[in-house]
Nanobody
Framework: QVQLVESGGGLVQAGGSLRLSCAAS????????LGWFRQAPGKEREFVAT???????YYADFVKGRFTTSRDNAKNTVYLQMNSLKPEDTAIYHC????????????????????WGQGAQVTVSS
């Protein structure tokens, strides 16, 4: 079992930045893909980014150039640095962990992640 706890959410003005952290416990996540998803009110959950277990990162088109995900395996933690935030980025952000194996084309699917955090609220005001 892997437990995930997000932190770092909050309220920020458009154009500002926030950094989310997701601390894992229960087992080391070196061999896990660590993803970020978000869900806005009334909308479906959507993929944001993934830190692949190899160290490579994948991003949704709408965050490329603005968001960066990174991981610190020594701390069992993954981060999501969010810059140039827009009001449409307002959502609950969840981190997720899935064991290595899926191909890169599958990483945007929530189905390849077995463990999920409770989420962190990010609100961007205009």
């Amino acid at each position: 079992q892997v437990q995930l706890v997000e932190s770092g959410g909050g309220l920020v003005q458009a154009g500002g930045s926030l950094r989310l952290s997701c601390a894992a416990s229960g087992r080391t996540v070196t061999d896990y893909n660590l993803g970020w998803f978000r869900q806005a009110p009334g909308k479906e959950r959507e993929f944001v980014a993934t830190s692949h277990w190899t160290g490579h990162s994948y991003y949704a088109d709408f965050v490329k150039g603005r968001f960066t995900t990174s991981r610190d395996n020594a701390k069992n933690t993954v981060y999501l640095q969010m810059n140039s935030l827009k009001p449409e980025d307002t959502a609950i952000y969840h981190c997720a962990a899935g064991l290595r194996g899926p191909g890169s084309s599958e990483l945007q699917s929530s189905k390849v992640y077995a463990y999920w955090g409770q989420g962190a609220q990010v609100t961007v005001s205009s």
